[in-house]
């Protein structure tokens, strides 16, 4: 049996306006603390009898900033975790990387260690933007992460973007792509900026100071966004995924397709044997439980249902879309059933949907509004 091994690493050394994920401030004492828990909770997650014979597929090291991790300590986990997991020969081992934390010296390390899918944060070529969403990276950053990348010839490299920023225009977006296709990632995920409530950002922009661009024009700059990344050969295999033939993540599609995955550290998720549940997002009660032995667990309590909407809007953000078949192995019910048929006859009379090869997925023209038709669809 194959899974995912996610690892939240949960610091930072700022924090970044529009950011909610659960992240502390970084100091070395917390980080070390944080690497004993992390080898106690890999051990005890080890003993399930139902990962007795799993096998690490793909490893995401994310957070948090995982690419201003100590070495030492990193190494020393990654060493615990090959005692107590099997790793599969043809492992794919991400880590997210702040281009400014990142030195050819630091990335020559990793990937000795065995990493061997860098995914640059890169999110904007533009100053004035990077202040604004108070990244600590410049753009002489950003070039020199790819440019110490490929020194190492690192081929399977990723990049993020994100698109709707504060004033973005068509002209200002095309111009942050040509940037980021001139650096020939391999990966690209291209993310709408989302504002999170309790945010610097959300605050920002509910007293004003800042404006998005409106509905009209988000579309415009996704749909713009997309046809310039597929003449240059990128196909687009999830609706923010963009990748080289052969360069998907394989570790997301595990996520969209439903298969197994462990999150260790603060905050982090895991779906196991059918089960979801989540780590405490808190760093010093995770350390505690830890230390008495405990899992930082808390188990997800949806039944069924929530299950299948969850699976039918993961499986419509994939451009393979869902397999009807493994939907009613899974849930004993046909997907046509579980759906609102009044809007599913619209969405396939529109084009909007498409049912093929034994799949439901959704068209280009789909793809522009998924969010929309996926809500629609399993009300
Ligand atoms: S570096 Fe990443 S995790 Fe940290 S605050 Fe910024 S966006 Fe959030």
Redesign the pocket.
């Known amino acids: 049996m194959q899974i995912s091994l996610y690892i939240h690493f949960p610091f930072?050394k700022n924090?970044?306006s529009y950011?909610d994920?659960y992240?502390e401030s970084y100091n070395k004492e917390d980080e070390k603390d944080f690497y004993r828990s992390l080898c106690i909770e890999t051990e005890l997650a080890s003993e399930d009898p139902y990962l007795q014979y799993a096998e690490i597929e793909t490893i995401f090291i994310g957070?948090?900033?995982p690419s201003m991790t100590s070495l030492s300590w990193f190494a020393e986990w990654l060493s615990h975790l090959k005692r107590y997991f099997t790793i599969s020969d043809n492992l794919e081992f991400s880590i997210e990387c702040?281009p400014e934390t990142v030195t050819l010296e630091k990335l020559k390390v990793l990937s000795e260690l065995g990493i061997n899918r860098p995914i640059f944060?890169i999110q904007s070529f533009d100053t004035g933007t990077l202040k604004l969403l108070d990244r600590k990276h410049s753009i002489h950053d950003s070039y020199l992460a790819v440019y110490n990348a490929n020194l190492l010839d690192i081929k399977n490299f990723g990049v993020d973007l994100i698109f709707g920023l504060p004033y973005q225009n068509s002209r200002r977006l095309s111009f942050d792509i040509d940037q980021l296709l001139d650096l020939e990632p391999a990966h690209i995920s291209f993310y709408q900026l989302t504002v999170e409530p309790g945010t610097k950002l959300f605050k920002q922009i509910d007293n004003g100071k800042l404006k998005l661009p409106d509905s009209d024009l988000m579309l415009g700059l996704y749909k713009g966004g997309c046809e310039k990344m597929s003449e240059e050969g990128y196909h687009r295999y999830e609706v923010s995924s963009f990748a080289r033939e052969g360069f998907e993540c394989r570790h997301n599609i595990r996520y969209w397709d439903g298969s197994d995955y462990l999150g260790l550290g603060p905050s982090a998720h895991s779906f196991i044997n059918s089960q979801r549940f989540y780590n405490i997002d808190n760093l010093n009660e995770y350390n505690s439980k830890l230390h008495s032995g405990i899992l930082p667990r808390t188990v997800d309590e949806s039944g069924p249902e929530e299950r299948m909407i969850e699976a039918i809007m993961l499986g419509l953000r994939m451009s393979k879309g869902i397999n009807r078949s493994a939907f009613r192995k899974r849930f004993g019910i046909s997907l046509r059933d579980r759906l609102n048929k009044k809007q599913y006859d619209l969405f396939i009379e529109s084009g909007h949907l498409v049912p093929d090869k034994g799949s439901l997925r959704l068209s280009d023209e789909g793809f522009h509004m998924a969010d929309e038709i996926t809500k629609r669809l399993v009300k």
Request: charged share 20%.
């Open positions: 930072c924090k970044c950011c994920f992240k957070g948090g900033t702040n944060g």
